[in-house]
C-alpha cells in the first residue's frame, strides 16, 4: 500500500486549511457566463525611452514567510518530476552593472551564444527588447549573474524575438508594467519568438496600484517555454499567462501556426479577486491564471502542455486555467484553495489527467469543468470542491451545449472519464451542467470513485445520465445519489462506501477496510487504456476503479507544494497574500466540540443532517448558541462565512458591534456571508445561533403538487366539471419534482373557472403572510389565473391576485426548473385565524372554434404560505466550515 501511514479521516480537517470566509455582496454569485469576445487586442507599442537604473543595495531572494500550514520541504526531490526538470547554467559572457547598460547591451540583433549578465543588486525601471537568431547549442540569453540576486521595480517591460531566446534569473518586484503586457515574445516590429525560454524568472506583486488590463506573460510563436518560474500577487485583470492563438483577419484557425507551448514546474500563487473582494463575484472574469488561446480561434490546435505546476489562492474567478484551444495537456498540476476548476472552455481533444485539485475549505471551490469533444480526462484526484450554488462548478462537470461554435459552449460528446476520484465534495458530478439546450452525449463514464458525496452526488440528474454512452465500474457514495426522484440507480455504477482514510498529505486512499475495488473491463472507443495511475505508477493487469491503484511502490508523481517547483537556484521571496486566512479553530468540527463553547448546541454526527466530513454543529432554541473567539488585527476588512441549514444567524461580534447574515433554509445548507471592518478591536466572537426572528411556514398539506390528483387530492379540494375547466395533473414541475396542477378547458362551451384550494388552520392573527406560488402556461393563449385566500372557509375574499405569466417573465420573477416563475401576495390575517387558499384559473380567451383545447393550459406549483416571527422553541440551526479572511475593501 502507498503511503502506508494513515492517519484517522478526521485529520484531514488539519491538513487542509482552517478557518476563513470572505466577503461577497453576491454570496452566492451565479455562474459566470463569458461575455461575447475578449479583450485580447494587440499590445500597446513598443517600451519607449532608456529609464536609468542603478544598483541599490543588496538583493532580495529569501523568503519573506511561508503559507500556514506548508511543510518546509519538497514533497519530491528537485530535480524529479519528469524529464525535463532541470535549468541552464548560467555563464555569462558580459556583465553589466546597471540596467541602463544592459538596455545599451542589448537589440534583436545579438549573437548566437552570448549571455548578457546583470550583476548582483537591486534596481529600478528595465525595458528591453532584444532577441536575434539563436540555436539550441547557442542561445541568445539576458539573464541574472546569480539567479535570484537581482530585483526589479519601477517600471518594467521586455519583449523578445527571434529564434532560441532565452530571459533567466531575474526576480520583478513590486513594480509596473511599462506597456499593456509585461513580458511578450514579440518584438522588432510584432516578430514572434519561437524555440525561446523564460526561465527561474519570478513576477512578485507588480502592478498593485493600477487599474488597468494586461498580461504577466504573454506568450506569442511556437515551441517557447515558460518554466521554473514564480508568479505571485497579480491583482489586475487579465490572465496572468497567456498562450496567444492571435489570428489575423481572413484567415481560419485550423490554418494557423500551432503554438507547441510548455509550461512547467512554475508556482502561480495569491491571484485574488479584483478591487479587494474576498470573493470573485459572478461578472468577474479575464482573471484566469493560465489561459491557452482565446474564443475565436478555439477550433485550431495549440498542442500546448500545461504541467508540474503549483497554484494556490487562485481565486479571480472560475477558472483557474482555461483552455480554449486543441489538443493541449493540462497534467500533473496540483491546485489548491483556490476559486473554480481547470476548465475545457473552448477546444477539443485536452488531455486532463493526474491532476490533484484540493478545495481546503475554500467556499466556491471546484474541480474539473469539461466542454466540447474528445477530451480525456483520467487519474484526477479532486477534494472538497465547495461550490455550492451553480450548475456550472463541481467536482466533475459535463456541461450542456448552446449550440454555439464560437464564444458559447460547444457540445460535449465523445470525452472519455475514467479512474477519477472525487472525495468530500458538493456537486461531485454533474451530467447537464449550465441546464442547456443540448446535453452531453457519447461519455464513457469508466471506473471513476466518488467517496462522501455531499448532497446529491448525481447532479442535474432530470434529464438522466448522458445519451449513447458507456458507463461501467464505477464506485459512488454520499448523502443521496442523484438531485432527481426519477434517477435512483444506473447500471455501471454501484452505490457503495469505499471506506477511504487520509495519507499523510490528507489524500484519500484506500484502506484494508475497503471493499473490493477492481475495475471493470469496458469499452472505451478510441480513447487509449489508463496505464498509469495517480502517483505515475504503472497499474496491475487487474487495476482498481479511481485514480489510485494501491499496488504499493513510491509515487514518481503526486501532490506538489511550493517546494516542488519554482526556481531551482533560489527561493523567492514569498507574497503576503491578499486575502489572508484566521485561524478558526476546529473550523469544521472534525474534532468535535474542540475550540468550541457550546450551549444548548451538540456536535451533530448523523448523516442526514451534517454538512460534510461526518459532522457538524447543532444549536437549538433560543439560548443556543456555538461560538469562538478569534483574533483580528486593528482597522481591518474581514469577512466571515459558513454553510448553515434551519432558521440560522451567522454572526460576529466586533468590540459590542454584532454584525450578522439570517438566512432561513429549512432542507439544504446554503453559505452566508458577514462582512466588517475591526475598527480598534483586536479580537471577535463569531458565532452561529438560531435566528431570533425568522421566516416560519405554514403547514400545506402537499404543498408541491406532486403525483396530483393522487394523494394530493387528501389536502386539495378540487372545483371542476363539464362546463366548468378541468383541474388535472402535469408531469412539469418547478422544483425538478414529479408534477403540478394543470388548469384547461375541453372546449369552447365551458367559460368556468376551475380551482384548486386548501383551508389552513392556527395562523396567527393580526400578522402579515406571504402566499407564494409558481406558475407557467405552455401554449399561446391569454389565460391567467388568480391566487388568493378567502375569509375562514368561506368564498370570501380576503386578498387576491391576477397572476399573468408574460409579466412575471417581464419582471425576471424566480425561476423554478421547467421556465415556471414564481408570484408572491402578502396580505393581513386580521381577525382571522382560518383561511382557504386557493388558485383560480381565468379563461380569458375562448377557443372560438372547438379544437384545440391546449391552448388553455396554464399550471401552479410549489404553493407556500409564509410570515415573520420569533421561532419555535424547538427551533435548530446548523453551521458547518466556518472560514474567516482578511481583506483590502468591503466596496462592492
Same mark, same amino acid.
Not at 270 to 278: I, L
Not at 552 to 558: A, H, I, K
Not at 771 to 776: D, G, N, R, W
Given at each position: 500500500m502507498k503511503f502506508k501511514s494513515l492517519v484517522a479521516l478526521f485529520l484531514l480537517g488539519l491538513l487542509t486549511a482552517c478557518g476563513g470566509g470572505s466577503s461577497n455582496p453576491d454570496p452566492d454569485p451565479d455562474p459566470i457566463e463569458e461575455p461575447e469576445g475578449e479583450p485580447e487586442g494587440e499590445p500597446e507599442g513598443e517600451p519607449e525611452g532608456e529609464p536609468e537604473g542603478e544598483p541599490e543595495g543588496e538583493p532580495e531572494g529569501e523568503p519573506e514567510g511561508e503559507p500556514e500550514g506548508e511543510p518546509q520541504e519538497s514533497n519530491f526531490p528537485r530535480g524529479s518530476l519528469g524529464d525535463n526538470d532541470t535549468v541552464p547554467d548560467v555563464v555569462c559572457t558580459q556583465t553589466v552593472n546597471s540596467t541602463s547598460e544592459l538596455e545599451d547591451a542589448v537589440s534583436y540583433e545579438m549573437t548566437p551564444g552570448t549571455t548578457l549578465c546583470l550583476a548582483d543588486g537591486n534596481y529600478t525601471n528595465l525595458e528591453i527588447q532584444f532577441g536575434g537568431i539563436g540555436t539550441e547549442a547557442n542561445p541568445i540569453t539576458v539573464a541574472a549573474a546569480n539567479p535570484g540576486m537581482v530585483t526589479i521595480g519601477g517600471e518594467v517591460g521586455i519583449r523578445m524575438s527571434g529564434e532560441y531566446v532565452v530571459l533567466q534569473g531575474l526576480i520583478f518586484k513590486d513594480g509596473e508594467s511599462a506597456s499593456s503586457d509585461l513580458i511578450q515574445t514579440r518584438g522588432n516590429s510584432n516578430a514572434p519568438c519561437n524555440n525561446c525560454r523564460i526561465t527561474e524568472i519570478a513576477i512578485i506583486d507588480f502592478d498593485q496600484n493600477s487599474d488597468s488590463s494586461g498580461k504577466w506573460v504573454h506568450i506569442y510563436g511556437a515551441h517557447n517555454r515558460v518554466d521554473h518560474s514564480w508568479f505571485s500577487g497579480k491583482t489586475t485583470r487579465g490572465a496572468l499567462l497567456v498562450v496567444d492563438r492571435y489570428i489575423e483577419d481572413g484567415v481560419d484557425p485550423l490554418d494557423a501556426e500551432i503554438d507547441y507551448a510548455q509550461i512547467d514546474h512554475n508556482y502561480?500563487? @495569491?491571484?485574488?479577486?479584483? $478591487?479587494? /473582494? +474576498?470573493? +470573485? !463575484?459572478?461578472? $468577474?472574469?479575464?482573471?484566469?491564471? &493560465?489561459? &491557452?488561446?482565446? !474564443? @475565436? !480561434?478555439?477550433?485550431?490546435d495549440s498542442f500546448s502542455v500545461i504541467e508540474h505546476n503549483y497554484f494556490e489562492r487562485i481565486q479571480g474567478e472560475a477558472e483557474v486555467i482555461s483552455n480554449k484551444s486543441g489538443n493541449n495537456r493540462i497534467e500533473h498540476n496540483t491546485v489548491r484553495n483556490s476559486y473554480g476548476s481547470i476548465t475545457t472552455r473552448h477546444g477539443s481533444s485536452a488531455t486532463i489527467t493526474n491532476n490533484f485539485i484540493i478545495g481546503d475549505g475554500h467556499p466556491y471551490a471546484g474541480g474539473l469543468r469539461i466542454i466540447d469533444d474528445g477530451h480525456t480526462v483520467t487519474n484526477n484526484y479532486i477534494q472538497g470542491a465547495r461550490y455550492l450554488a451553480t450548475t456550472h462548478h463541481g467536482g466533475i462537470v459535463l456541461m450542456g451545449s448552446d449550440g454555439s461554435t464560437t464564444n458559447g459552449y460547444q457540445q460535449l460528446t465523445n470525452v472519455l472519464v475514467a479512474h477519477n476520484t472525487v472525495v468530500d465534495s458538493v456537486n461531485s458530478l454533474n451530467v447537464d451542467g449550465g441546464q442547456k439546450s443540448t446535453n452531453p452525449n457519447n461519455v464513457y463514464l469508466v471506473n471513476n470513485i466518488i467517496a462522501n458525496g455531499i448532497g446529491p452526488v448525481i447532479t442535474e440528474a432530470a434529464d438522466g445520465m448522458p445519451g449513447s454512452s458507456v458507463i461501467a465500474g464505477n464506485i459512488f457514495y454520499g448523502q443521496s445519489f442523484s438531485d432527481s426522484s426519477s434517477l435512483t440507480s444506473v447500471d455501471g455504477i454501484t452505490w457503495l462506501d469505499v471506506a477511504f482514510a487520509a495519507d499523510m498529505q490528507g489524500v484519500m486512499r484506500a484502506t484494508g477496510s475497503s471493499p473490493d475495488l477492481t475495475a471493470a473491463a469496458a469499452d472505451t472507443g478510441d480513447f487509449a487504456a489508463v496505464t498509469l495511475d495517480m502517483d505515475g505508477l504503472a497499474r496491475a493487469a487487474t487495476t482498481q476503479a479511481g485514480a489510485d491503484d494501491d499496488i504499493?511502490?513510491?509515487?514518481?508523481?503526486?501532490i506538489l507544494n511550493s517546494y516542488d517547483v519554482g526556481p531551482i537556484s533560489y527561493r523567492p521571496p514569498m507574497t503576503t497574500p491578499h486575502v489572508a486566512e484566521v485561524d478558526v479553530a476546529n473550523y469544521a468540527f472534525d474534532e468535535g466540540a474542540a475550540g468550541w463553547t457550546l450551549v444548548d448546541a451538540v456536535v451533530n454526527t448523523n448523516a442526514a443532517e451534517v454538512f460534510a466530513r461526518g459532522a457538524s454543529v447543532e444549536v437549538t432554541g433560543a439560548n443556543g448558541r456555538a461560538s469562538q473567539v478569534v483574533s483580528l488585527t486593528a482597522n481591518t476588512n474581514y469577512t466571515l462565512t459558513a454553510f448553515v441549514k434551519g432558521t440560522a444567524t451567522l454572526a460576529a461580534d466586533v468590540g459590542g458591534t454584532v454584525y450578522r447574515s439570517d438566512v432561513n433554509s429549512s432542507l439544504e445548507y446554503k453559505l452566508a456571508t458577514v462582512s466588517f471592518n475591526s475598527g480598534d478591536a483586536t479580537s471577535a466572537t463569531i458565532y452561529g445561533e438560531v435566528d431570533d426572528f425568522v421566516l416560519n411556514y405554514a403547514p400545506i398539506g402537499e404543498a408541491s403538487l406532486d403525483g396530483f390528483p393522487g394523494a394530493d387530492t387528501t389536502f386539495w379540494s378540487v372545483y371542476e366539471g363539464a362546463g366548468i375547466g378541468q383541474v388535472q395533473g402535469s408531469d412539469n414541475s418547478a422544483a425538478g419534482a414529479d408534477g403540478s396542477v394543470k388548469f384547461k378547458l375541453e372546449d369552447a362551451t365551458e367559460v368556468g373557472t376551475p380551482r384548486i384550494s386548501q383551508v389552513l388552520t392556527?395562523?396567527?392573527?393580526?400578522? @402579515?403572510?406571504?402566499? !407564494?406560488?409558481? +406558475?407557467?402556461? /405552455? /401554449?399561446s393563449a391569454d389565460v391567467t389565473v388568480t391566487m388568493g385566500a378567502f375569509v375562514g372557509e368561506t368564498d370570501t375574499v380576503l386578498a387576491s391576485k391576477v397572476v399573468d405569466f408574460e409579466d412575471l417573465v417581464a419582471a425576471n420573477a424566480p425561476k423554478g426548473d421547467d421556465s415556471f416563475r414564481q408570484d408572491t401576495l402578502t396580505f393581513n390575517t386580521g381577525s382571522n385565524s382560518t383561511i382557504t387558499i386557493f388558485a383560480e384559473y381565468n379563461a380569458n380567451t375562448i377557443i372560438a372554434d372547438g379544437g384545440d383545447a391546449g391552448d388553455t393550459e396554464f399550471r401552479v406549483d410549489e404553493f407556500a404560505l409564509t410570515y415573520e416571527g420569533a421561532p419555535a422553541a424547538d427551533a435548530k440551526a446548523y453551521f458547518d466550515e466556518f472560514r474567516l479572511v482578511s481583506h483590502a475593501s468591503l466596496a462592492d
Open positions: 502561480f500563487g @495569491d491571484r485574488p479577486p479584483v $478591487d479587494g /473582494k +474576498a470573493y +470573485a !463575484s459572478s461578472g $468577474d472574469n479575464e482573471y484566469e491564471g &493560465i489561459r &491557452i488561446g482565446t !474564443s @475565436d !480561434s478555439h477550433t485550431g504499493g511502490g513510491n509515487p514518481v508523481r503526486g392556527g395562523l396567527e392573527l393580526n400578522t @402579515d403572510y406571504t402566499l !407564494s406560488m409558481y +406558475a407557467l402556461y /405552455k /401554449k
